[in-house]
């Protein structure tokens, strides 16, 4: 004869722990959107990271603009209050750990939080692995890998006091398929080991609230390629395009759509993913 109240198996108890988790984690999200959310960009006075600045301010963000080139940061910062939203500009070193230490602490002392980094900072190399340095190939890792480490490192300490947060980290179709075009080895090298960071911190702090994310575009239209493409031959460019599924290279402000969705509780069920931005490039 059956109990009338059998007491619960360790697996029910399990379950009810995970039912709980789960409610925990949805009630600091809601929590999380019932503030004003705070945003630092990096590499934001310009190309996708200013993109991205600007849309995650006129959907609510307040934004701290992050970049080494401190007046271009400044105006960028002034043109989206001139629009009537928050914002602030903030000189940082993203290769310097004092640096983005002092970064993080100036956007917190501010405004009293962190919920979304945007590591958009890099350094693009379009030199060929024979006419490349050593030093130069430091310097394209230390920028790109090791500055997008130190920007995480950082944050996520602030984050994981409030049990909430999102990153994003921007790395590039080159770091999938190998250098080519624009991206060339050095570059592909440092893109890659941003896919395998983005995972390894999205497994590792996904029981704290904190999604880690990363977007990877293909050829994108910014200040840098378009100066670039003036010092290539007649044809460069369409070379390219014909290698593209979809026949043109990205605006800044597509893949700012991309990586402003990852920012977003939209993308609340969403961490250690990898969204190409590629127009089918790596298909």
């Not at 603009?65 to 960028?76: F, G, M, S, V």
Request: glycine content about 8%; proline content about 4%.
């Amino acid at each position: 004869m059956l109990e009338p109240n059998p007491k619960p198996t360790i697996s029910h108890n399990r379950r009810e722990a995970a039912i709980a988790r789960s409610h925990e984690s949805h009630e600091s999200h809601e929590k999380m959107t019932n503030e004003t959310p705070v945003a630092i960009i990096t590499g934001a006075a310009s190309g996708i990271g200013q993109s991205t600045a600007q849309l995650l301010a006129s959907r609510g963000y307040r934004v701290a603009i992050a970049d080494l080139r401190e007046p271009a940061a400044a105006d960028t910062a002034a043109s989206i209050r001139a629009s009537g939203h928050e914002a602030i500009s903030v000189h940082v070193d993203v290769a310097n750990e004092a640096s983005v230490k002092a970064m993080v602490e100036t956007v917190v002392g501010s405004w009293g939080r962190l919920d979304v980094l945007v590591n958009s900072a890099g350094l693009e190399s379009a030199k060929a692995c024979l006419d490349i340095t050593p030093e130069e190939f430091r310097r394209v890792i230390e920028v790109n890998t090791t500055g997008t480490w130190l920007c995480c490192q950082e944050a996520l300490r602030r984050m994981l006091t409030q049990n909430s947060g999102a990153i994003v980290n921007l790395s590039s179709i080159a770091g999938q398929k190998g250098g080519g075009m624009l991206g060339t080895a050095a570059y592909a090298t440092s893109k890659g080991a941003i896919l395998a960071m983005t995972k390894s911190l999205a497994r590792e702090f996904a029981r704290s609230g904190i999604r880690v994310n990363a977007v990877a575009p293909a050829f994108t239209l910014t200040d840098f390629v378009r100066r670039q493409l003036a010092t290539k031959p007649e044809g460069f460019i369409d070379s390219i395009y014909a290698a593209t599924p979809m026949g043109r290279g990205a605006q800044p402000e597509e893949i700012a759509e991309v990586i402003t969705f990852l920012a977003s509780p939209q993308a609340s069920f969403i961490t250690g993913a990898v969204y190409n931005a590629d127009g089918g490039t790596a298909m």
